[in-house]
């Protein structure tokens, strides 16, 4: 057997004002073929898994392209199309399967729904080639993403701590079909909820409940079952809460597990929603904590949403309020990084930290913050992530440098970088628990990492394209009405069988 394994993953903010070129795909851009391989094999991603299972069948495997780039905005139309066009004319060659890692919120200049665009264009060169995708939880999904699949997984948790397993799942499906022991029928639907992701943790209700419910209808025969919470910062038709259940052969049935999570979804819509509390009092109360570390949590900034990771509005509030012993970071500045590499190490210097992206969706200007201090680190943002997120890869930061203020160490990068790892201190030679405060521009994907040694996390409401304020965007394409962007809103869905 031949089987094609391939990854296409981006997270796309339509308000975002950072861009996502081809380059951004990886260290210098995509992989292709056996440095694809090389890049994935062994990894906790659904693309490992793949690897993983078509090894112990004994198949051939061909690996296209493996890309993957951190949220942003809108991906590029010709980087979209080559990344494409690898895993169109690889099938084109002749494949028996083909398995996909992708994300389900990807938006592109030219259409609004990569994944699926991706899918038909397949379809229409292989139209009854057996195909499973692995989606993240903070899928969009669209019935061009359902229709040309033959079986779709995603995770089931948030922070993302099951990648390999959505994968392992929808590839173990699509073998077990390719031997006629069970014959997959998917039913999908979602509701009109655009739900926070700051209310997706699936350790706590609501999202708890949901995902618990794609869980039960397993054990109850169900081939897969997934809860899809939705990337809201998408302005796009079908963004928002969905679900996806694939059943063997019995379609009806598949719809009777789908309704029970969607009804259960749409009853607790209002705990969906985030409510957030003043910036001020969130760190006033941080100041007041004597034991650390402390967690001050960046989220409206943080990159795993797509945000511009150099607004300073929080740190300069800490600053502000007296707060010391501060470990920063990342912080994606390459103008400051080059201004402290020209320095050297042990030099002192001064920079306008930060600031420097406007963010035109939200009619906001970058306001850098001016910080002196000490470089004491320089690298080149490389490290291998060892976490239980994304573990086994190969993080690149970019030229990285840390400014020493005295009160605060900050990291600082010339690319964007979730602190989904320690390497991203520990890497620059900082030991982040030996900090009374981490203040760190992320949302959920800490909490497997730095909420087992903190002794306390703040919510952080500062402004960026990843606040969780909908009054702050400016929707033009989402369907309308939407929970809870308008009032007297129906639970009519968008559904159908695939």
């Given at each position: 057997m031949r089987a094609v394994i391939a990854m296409?993953?981006?997270?796309?903010?339509?308000?975002?004002?950072v861009p996502t070129p081809l380059e951004v795909f990886g260290k210098h851009g995509p992989y292709h073929g056996a440095a694809a391989y090389r890049a994935m094999k062994g990894t906790r991603l659904p693309m490992g898994a793949y690897i993983d299972l078509c090894e112990q069948a004994g198949w051939e495997i061909i690996t296209p392209v493996a890309a993957i780039a951190p949220p942003s905005g809108p991906v590029d139309a010709r980087a979209y199309t080559q990344i494409c066009d690898a895993i169109i004319d690889t099938v084109k060659n002749g494949c028996d399967a083909l398995f996909l890692d992708l994300h389900g919120a990807m938006v592109v200049q030219n259409t609004d729904d990569g994944e699926g665009t991706l899918l038909e264009r397949i379809r229409a060169v292989a139209p009854d080639l057996p195909i499973a995708v692995a989606l993240d939880l903070h899928g969009n999904i669209t019935d061009a993403i359902v229709r040309n699949a033959t079986v779709v997984a995603g995770y089931k948790t948030y922070p993302h701590v099951d990648m390999y397993e959505a994968g392992d799942l929808a590839g173990r499906v699509l073998m077990r079909a390719m031997r006629g022991e069970v014959k997959p029928v998917m039913a999908w639907g979602n509701r009109p909820i655009l739900a926070q992701t700051l209310c997706m943790n699936t350790d706590a209700q609501p999202m708890k409940g949901f995902i618990d419910l794609a869980k039960q209808a397993e054990r109850e025969g169900a081939l897969a079952a997934t809860g899809f919470g939705g990337f809201p910062t998408a302005d796009i038709r079908d963004a928002g809460l969905s679900a996806i259940v694939v059943a063997d052969g019995d379609a009806q049935q598949a719809q009777r597990w789908l309704d029970r999570m969607l009804d259960y979804a749409w009853e607790r819509r209002a705990d969906f929603i985030y409510h957030a509390e003043p910036l001020e009092q969130s760190i006033a109360r941080a100041k007041?904590?004597?034991?650390?570390?402390?967690?001050?949590?960046?989220?409206?900034?943080?990159?795993?949403?797509?945000?511009?990771?150099d607004v300073m509005k929080v740190l300069?509030?800490?600053?502000?309020?007296?707060?010391?012993?501060?470990?920063?970071?990342?912080?994606?500045?390459?103008?400051?990084?080059?201004?402290?590499?020209?320095?050297?190490?042990?030099?002192?210097?001064?920079?306008?930290?930060?600031?420097?992206?406007?963010?035109?969706?939200?009619?906001?200007?970058?306001?850098?913050?001016?910080?002196?201090?000490?470089?004491?680190?320089?690298?080149?943002?490389?490290?291998?992530?060892?976490?239980?997120?994304?573990?086994?890869?190969?993080?690149?930061?970019?030229?990285?440098?840390?400014?020493?203020?005295?009160?605060?160490?900050?990291v600082v990068t010339e690319r964007s970088q979730e602190p989904w790892d320690l390497g991203v201190?520990?890497?620059?030679?900082?030991?982040?628990?030996?900090h009374h405060y981490l203040l760190l521009k992320s949302r959920m994907y800490y909490r497997p990492i730095f909420l087992p040694f903190a002794k306390a996390a703040i919510e952080c409401d500062g402004i960026g394209v990843g606040s969780s304020n909908y009054k702050l965007f400016p929707y033009k394409k989402l369907r309308r009405p939407m929970y809870p962007l308008d009032q007297n809103v129906q639970p009519q869905s968008s559904a159908g069988n695939g």
């Open positions: 296409m993953n981006h997270e796309t903010n339509t308000f975002s004002p007041g904590m004597k034991q650390g570390p402390v967690l001050l949590l960046d989220h409206c900034d943080n990159t795993a949403s797509g945000a511009a990771v300069r509030m800490a600053l502000e309020q007296g707060l010391s012993d501060i470990a920063v970071g990342p912080v994606r500045d390459a103008e400051s990084v080059e201004r402290m590499i020209r320095a050297g190490v042990g030099q002192q210097v001064s920079i306008d930290l930060g600031g420097k992206t406007d963010m035109p969706a939200l009619g906001l200007k970058g306001e850098p913050l001016p910080l002196t201090g000490t470089v004491r680190a320089i690298t080149d943002g490389e490290y291998t992530i060892t976490g239980p997120q994304l573990t086994g890869m190969r993080a690149h930061m970019g030229r990285t440098a840390v400014l020493d203020t005295g009160t605060a160490v900050v201190f520990t890497s620059v030679g900082i030991d982040p628990r030996r």
